[in-house]
């Protein structure tokens, strides 16, 4: 008998039966083994996506909220952003929150006057 997919000769008794079809020791595990797909596009994407999408999904609300007021009024001063997002948040909470925001190049600190201003980036 021969290997329906290889062509192979197969010993009798040693064929393996895939639907139907009559499978040498080899074919028979290359036909039962999970699909190995190799898409180095399909990789790029979900990284591209993950990259354009990801800052989003990282923000706490704190640091939405920030970012928002940011861009609604403008660039101010820490003490100025904490006084309008109120609630229980002190300034050096705000101050950490505001460095993710900078490493993410959402927003940065500008000098005017030796005062301090955050801004979106
Ligand atoms: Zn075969």
Same mark, same amino acid.
């Given at each position: 008998?021969?290997? &329906?997919?290889?062509?192979?000769?197969?010993a009798p008794g040693d064929e393996r039966d895939h639907f139907g079809q009559n499978l040498c020791e080899d074919c028979y595990i290359d036909a039962i083994s999970p699909i190995k797909t190799c &898409?180095?596009?399909a990789v790029h994407s979900a990284k591209n996506f993950e990259k354009h999408s990801g800052d989003e999904r990282m923000l706490t609300s704190l640091q939405s909220e920030m970012l928002r007021i940011l861009k609604e009024d403008g660039p101010m001063e820490p003490t100025a952003l904490l006084e309008k997002i109120g609630g229980d948040i002190g300034l050096k909470d705000l101050e950490r929150e505001f460095?993710?925001?900078?490493?993410?190049?959402?927003?940065?600190?500008?000098k005017q006057d030796q005062k301090v201003f955050w801004r979106l980036w």
């Amino acid at each position: 008998m021969k290997c &329906d997919r290889c062509s192979e000769l197969i010993a009798p008794g040693d064929e393996r039966d895939h639907f139907g079809q009559n499978l040498c020791e080899d074919c028979y595990i290359d036909a039962i083994s999970p699909i190995k797909t190799c &898409d180095p596009w399909a990789v790029h994407s979900a990284k591209n996506f993950e990259k354009h999408s990801g800052d989003e999904r990282m923000l706490t609300s704190l640091q939405s909220e920030m970012l928002r007021i940011l861009k609604e009024d403008g660039p101010m001063e820490p003490t100025a952003l904490l006084e309008k997002i109120g609630g229980d948040i002190g300034l050096k909470d705000l101050e950490r929150e505001f460095a993710t925001l900078r490493h993410m190049e959402k927003a940065r600190g500008e000098k005017q006057d030796q005062k301090v201003f955050w801004r979106l980036w």
